[in-house]
C-alpha cells in the first residue's frame, strides 16, 4: 500500500469517492435526493450499496426483500424504504404492484446480475457502483480507515507489513476489512494463544485412526507458505528446514490447495 492519503468522507456517509467511478456514483447519489423517483443501486456484494441507499434515504427503514411479509407490511405503513438485496424476492410483481397503489418511493439494492422484466418500468434510476477492483484509488483510503477502526477497537496500533499484504477484494470492502482484522489479530499474538486456538479447532474434530497425519497439514502448510514467500526459493527452504529437496518438494505438492 502507498503514502497517506486524505481521507474523503461525505457528509453522514462512509462512502469512500476518491475514484472517478466512485465520484459518479456519488454524485447520482446526491441527485436522487432531491428527486422523488424510484432508483435501483447495483454491485457486488461489499461495494458501499447500502451506504449509499441510506444516504438517499436517511430515515427510511432497511427491509431485506427475502423478508416477504415484513416488506409488505413496512409497504402499506410507509411513504419510502429502502429494499435490500432485491434479487432475493420472493415475488417482485406482487412488491412493485403494491409500491405503486402505495405510493412509496423505494430505493433498492441488488446484485449486478438481477434481472427482471419489470424492474426498468418501475426504477426510473439503475446505476452500478463498479467493484474495488476497478477503483484501486479507493483501497488505500478503505485500508487506512479500517486499520484506524480495528486499531480502536483492539486498543492498540495495527502494524501490517505492506511488503508482504496483499488486499483481499473477494467481497469487497466486507473482505478487505475482515482481512485487515485477522492480521491485526495474528500480529498480536503469541504462541500460546496460538496452541489454544489450534487445540479448540483439534478438540472437536479428533476421533479417527489417522488423526497425526490427518491434521499435518495445519502446521505444514503455513510453514512451507511463510518460507517460500520469505526466502523465495525451495532450494533456500529445504536448507533452512533441514529437508531434503525432493521431500520438500513432495510436501508442496500435497499441500498445493493450501500454498495459493
Known amino acids: 500500500m502507498s503514502a497517506a492519503q486524505p481521507v474523503v468522507d461525505v457528509d453522514a456517509t462512509n462512502f469512500i469517492t476518491v475514484s472517478q467511478a466512485s465520484k459518479e456514483a456519488f454524485k447520482t447519489a446526491t441527485l436522487l435526493r432531491s428527486l422523488q423517483v424510484n432508483a435501483l443501486v447495483r454491485g457486488e456484494v461489499g461495494v458501499g450499496k447500502k451506504t449509499l441507499a441510506r444516504y438517499i434515504l436517511p430515515s427510511a427503514p432497511i427491509i431485506d426483500a427475502k423478508n416477504h411479509d415484513e416488506l409488505l407490511s413496512v409497504l402499506h405503513s410507509s411513504s419510502e424504504v429502502i429494499v435490500a438485496n432485491l434479487e432475493n424476492v420472493a415475488n417482485i410483481k406482487v412488491i412493485l404492484k403494491v409500491a405503486k397503489e402505495k405510493s412509496v418511493r423505494i430505493i433498492a439494492t441488488a446484485l449486478p446480475t438481477y434481472e427482471h422484466e419489470s424492474l ?112 523465495g526459493s525451495q532450494l533456500k527452504l529445504a536448507q533452512i528446514l533441514g529437508l531434503n529437496r525432493n521431500t520438500l518438494r513432495k510436501k508442496i505438492t500435497n499441500l498445493k490447495e493450501y500454498l495459493a
Do not use: W
Open 120 to 231: 426498468a418500468e418501475f426504477f426510473s434510476i439503475d446505476f452500478l457502483i463498479p467493484p474495488l477492483r476497478e477503483r484501486l484509488e479507493d483501497v488505500e483510503i478503505l485500508y487506512q480507515e479500517f486499520c484506524h477502526e480495528v486499531s480502536m477497537m483492539l486498543g492498540s496500533d495495527v502494524e501490517i507489513d505492506k511488503g508482504s499484504f496483499e488486499p483481499d477484494l473477494s467481497e469487497n470492502a466486507l473482505s478487505l476489512k475482515r482481512q485487515i482484522l485477522l492480521y491485526a489479530t495474528y500480529n498480536s499474538i503469541d504462541d500460546k494463544a496460538l496452541m489454544e486456538l489450534i487445540y479448540s479447532y483439534l478438540y472437536k474434530r479428533l476421533g479417527s485412526d489417522d488423526d497425526y497425519r490427518k491434521f499435518l497439514y495445519l502446521y505444514e502448510a503455513p510453514l512451507i507458505k511463510a518460507g517460500l514467500k520469505r526466502f
